[in-house]
């Protein structure tokens, strides 16, 4: 039985159901995506591209924050610095990658969602990304090994894989084959893990 969780920091909803994954039975395997280049792949619009619908999202989010009781502040200058061209709409997800090749993601993941969507630290300038990484008493430079073209190149397979398997947005869960999307889709992941461990508990006996 395996559980895979696919996510890119950008979406709130990634940020809200992170937060509750350490309460499923089963750890997840954690699969970074560009989302935006899924998208573009299956045909589907980021929230965004439809004001009301992006009204709607930010009160939604901000009720499954007050639910699971996390903080909810979007981190407008990061947000700002992406969509100006400062930096590259998939660093973040890039530095996930990085920070497992250099054995820091555990203590990197959580706190880079936290400073997108609950927290805002400087994300934005080089400095900034520095400072945080100091801040959560990290010595590796997850950002210069995200610019390597290897890193690139697996964010590149994740996205290609990811829309082969049907994804067409983040979160997105796997539990095993079965796909379920959505900060709001945890109860059916949770009671398919359950439904798996009986599964495999006849099978056994």
């Known amino acids: ?16 159901a992170n937060s509750q994954l350490k309460t499923l039975p089963v750890p997840a395997e954690y699969i ?13 619009q980021p929230s965004p591209k439809c004001p009301a619908k992006a009204r ?7 009720r499954w924050a007050r639910i ?13 610095a992406m969509s ?6 998939d660093l973040f997800s890039r530095a996930a990658l990085a920070a497992a090749d250099l054995g820091v993601f ?12 609950g927290i805002p630290v400087d994300l934005a300038t080089p400095e900034g990304r520095i400072a945080f990484l100091r801040a959560n008493s990290v010595d590796a430079d997850i950002w210069q090994r995200a610019e390597e073209e290897d890193i690139r190149g697996r964010l590149s397979d994740n996205v290609t894989n990811a829309a082969q398997r049907g994804v067409f947005g983040a979160p997105t869960f796997f ?5 379920f999307f959505g900060n709001d889709r945890l109860a059916f992941v949770r009671d398919a ?13």
């Open 1 to 16: 039985m395996s559980l895979q969780f696919i996510f890119d920091y950008r979406s709130p909803y990634a940020y809200l």
């Open 32 to 44: 970074s995506v560009d989302i935006v280049a899924v998208m573009d792949i299956v045909g589907n």
């Open 56 to 62: 709607y999202s930010r009160m939604d989010a901000g």
């Open 68 to 80: 699971y009781g996390v903080p909810m502040n979007p981190n407008a200058a990061a947000m700002q």
């Open 84 to 89: 100006s061209g400062q930096i590259e709409p």
């Open 106 to 117: 555990d203590t990197v993941h959580d706190a880079l969602f936290t400073a997108y969507w």
């Open 175 to 179: 539990v095993g084959d079965d796909m």
């Open 193 to 205: 893990l359950a439904q798996n461990t009986l599964n495999e508990e006849n099978h056994h006996e």
